[in-house]
């Protein structure tokens, strides 16, 4: 405040008018309590962490104060400094100098005490300010981070972190979350924070963070038998499919179709197929259709197959065909079928071609009430335009 009340002076004596001297410190002045209540509130306000670099900055070097767990009622305190390649740089509180020990020489565990004040927390939650609730738990974890490397057995710190991940995930951090977890080596992002991985990567599908969500799913281990991560892989393949990002989209569809086979996830081998098409390789969607020539029309995927069918057959000049395929695949979808404003769009399109009018109307209508924000309503007002 002393620094602004200067600046108010010199530009008052530079405009020539007279100005009250500086109160020295010592003097009594006549703030209202609340006055300062609010300063102070304002002046918790600022310190939040404005994200991942912010905080980093902020806590990131912090000694942690720990405690080294020989064996049962052996324990000496320590001060974790760093982790390097080198391994873990500590200090004994009775030495000036730290010590390295190598990961793989670490004959002790290292156990952590919680310092967050949980009243002060709790209070800042009640009273509604939950930004200020967060900083304090980032203040707690982030120098913590470091470590998180290390196995969960010999330095015990990783459900704090997992605390704070949970905490950005619920509070719509989502930026914060994948950074801290980018920051992690690829068995701790797949192993312990697998949850928080998987969420953070679809929260990111979801805001359209696609290529960030990209390269954290390229981590998650996909392949025979390893079905754990293919719902993440399917939802980021459609959101490239839908932005015409062929090659993407078709790699981790690819990924998919590795861990598992047709009759498993469908939805990846008829998407393959519908990108060969957009990609001018239609010889290449017969053999991938043909496996799924007895797909029942109960299936969810029978709507599917006949929209990879009718754009085929359209492709190939046959409307009268690719409209009855299009057609019977708007029978047997749903409205929760993601693919359905396609269908709808391509079979409308199809029969304006062939002069329904008023049936290619009625279609549209129906795509534009049910899926206002689809991008296939976008393309449909493009078309008009």
């Known amino acids: 405040m002393r620094t602004v009340s200067k600046r108010l002076i010199f530009a008052g004596l530079l405009a020539g008018s007279l100005v009250a001297p500086l109160q020295s410190q010592d003097a009594p002045t006549d703030t209202k309590p609340e ?14 962490s404005e994200g991942f670099d912010d905080a980093m900055k902020r806590y990131g070097a912090n000694p942690v104060d720990a405690t080294q767990i020989n064996g049962p009622n052996q324990y000496s305190p320590i001060i974790l400094v760093d982790f ?21 020489q670490l004959t002790f565990a290292v156990g952590y005490r919680p310092k967050l004040d949980s009243e002060k927390y709790a209070k800042l939650v009640e009273e509604g300010e939950n930004d200020q609730a967060l900083e304090l738990i ?25 605390r704070l991940l949970d905490e950005l995930i619920a509070s719509g951090n989502i930026d914060e979350a994948a950074a801290i977890l980018r920051t992690f080596p690829r068995d701790r992002l797949t ?26 799913v390229k981590q998650f281990p996909i392949g025979p038998g390893q079905m754990d991560f293919a719902l993440v892989y399917l939802n980021l393949a459609n959101e490239f ?31 393959e197929a519908y990108i060969h098409l957009q990609e001018d390789r239609a010889f290449m969607v017969d053999g991938i259709l043909g496996q799924f020539d007895d797909l029942d029309a109960d299936s969810r995927y029978f709507s599917l197959r006949e929209l990879v069918r ?9 409307e009268q065909q690719a409209l009855s395929a299009l057609a019977k695949g708007l029978v047997y979808s749903t409205t929760n079928d993601p ?34 924000d689809s991008i296939w309503v976008d393309r449909l007002e493009e078309d008009n335009s």
Do not use: C
């Open 191 to 216: 192993g312990y924070f697998r949850p928080q991985a998987v969420e953070v990567a679809s929260q990111l599908v979801e805001i359209g963070e696609i290529d960030k969500a990209y390269d954290m």
């Open 84 to 104: 390097t390649v080198g391994g873990l740089v500590m200090r004994y509180p009775n030495l000036e100098s730290p010590i390295t020990i190598p990961e793989d």
């Open 35 to 48: 006055t300062a209540a609010k300063s102070e509130t304002e002046a918790k306000k600022s310190v939040v």
């Open 339 to 372: 693919w359905t404003p396609e269908l709808l769009f391509r079979t409308a399109n199809l029969y304006e071609a062939q002069d329904f009018l008023g049936a290619a109307s009625e279609i549209r209508d129906q795509l534009r009430f049910f899926y206002p």
């Open 310 to 318: 009718g754009a085929l057959l359209e492709s190939q000049g046959n």
């Open 138 to 162: 980032r203040e707690e974890v982030y120098p913590l981070l470091k470590y998180v490397p290390i196995n969960p057995q010999t330095v015990r710190i990783h459900p704090l972190v997992t």
């Open 241 to 271: 499919r839908l932005r015409g990002e062929w090659e993407k989209a078709r790699n981790l569809y690819k990924d998919v179709q590795l861990a598992s086979s047709a009759s498993e996830t469908p939805e990846a081998f008829l998407w």
